[in-house]
């Protein structure tokens, strides 16, 4: 089975110092990756999405960037986080191919930027 | 217009009671529809897909009416397991990504 794995799980960074959040699928190959932050009582924004390696969609413009170094791989990362980057990263994955849509979220990173 | 648009309630409802969500869609070519459950600080889980004019599992029933672009969800004796985050979430018709509602919170008190 398919499982999807998140670090950290809790993140507190002053204003100014850089970002790496990881995130790794198992069980599947060439999936589509997914970076999401969800704000304090706000719905998912879609931040990037990768349908293969080294291939990015960026949604938002912002400081933020993500990679996909490997297939099952996909990083977030700024070199200067804002007190507006806090919040809940989710990264989720789906099917690369087939009808279904279902896309499946890790854990999670909550950051809070001080 | 917002893409997705939920209630955000919250909806308070006795143990045993059904209660409905509904969702609307601004994309007409929408094809795939899904509605997730969040709990209090943790991640989205996919509670039922949508792909034809319905789904049923368990007691929970989604229904989707294409010609006025909703979705609902339909709980039946709510469980207060039940009490959550309840997100519409709508395929774009590209088909890469999903777009979510800001979701619908239910409370279900003893």
């Known amino acids: 089975s398919q499982t999807i794995h998140q670090w950290p799980a809790t993140l507190v960074q002053p204003v100014g110092s850089p970002l790496s959040l990881e995130c790794t699928v198992e069980g599947t190959s060439n999936p589509n990756l997914y970076w999401y932050r969800q704000a304090a009582g706000r719905g998912l924004q879609l931040l990037f999405y990768s349908v293969g390696i080294g291939q990015i969609s960026s949604e938002v413009p912002q400081n933020l960037s993500a990679s996909r170094p490997q297939d099952r791989q996909f990083i977030l990362s700024s070199k200067k986080l804002l007190l507006s980057d806090s919040g809940f990263y989710l990264c989720?994955?789906?099917?690369?191919?087939?009808?279904?849509?279902?896309?499946?979220f890790g854990p999670g990173t909550r950051l809070t930027v001080t | 217009r917002k893409e997705v648009e939920q209630d955000p309630g919250p909806f308070n409802v006795p143990e045993g009671a059904t209660v409905a969500f509904n969702c609307t869609y601004s994309?007409?070519?929408?094809?795939?529809f899904f509605w997730y459950r969040q709990d209090c600080r943790k991640e989205p889980k996919l509670l039922m897909s949508v792909y034809s004019s319905g789904n049923e599992d368990g007691r929970f029933t989604a229904q989707l009416n294409r010609a006025s672009q909703y979705i609902s969800l339909l709980i039946r004796d709510s469980k207060l397991s039940d009490s959550a985050t309840y997100l519409c979430v709508v395929n774009s018709p590209a088909g890469n990504m999903l777009t979510f509602g800001g979701g619908t919170r239910l409370m279900v008190k003893p």
């Open positions: 994309n007409s070519a929408s094809q795939s």
């Open positions: 989720a994955w789906r099917r690369g191919s087939g009808a279904t849509y279902e896309q499946y």
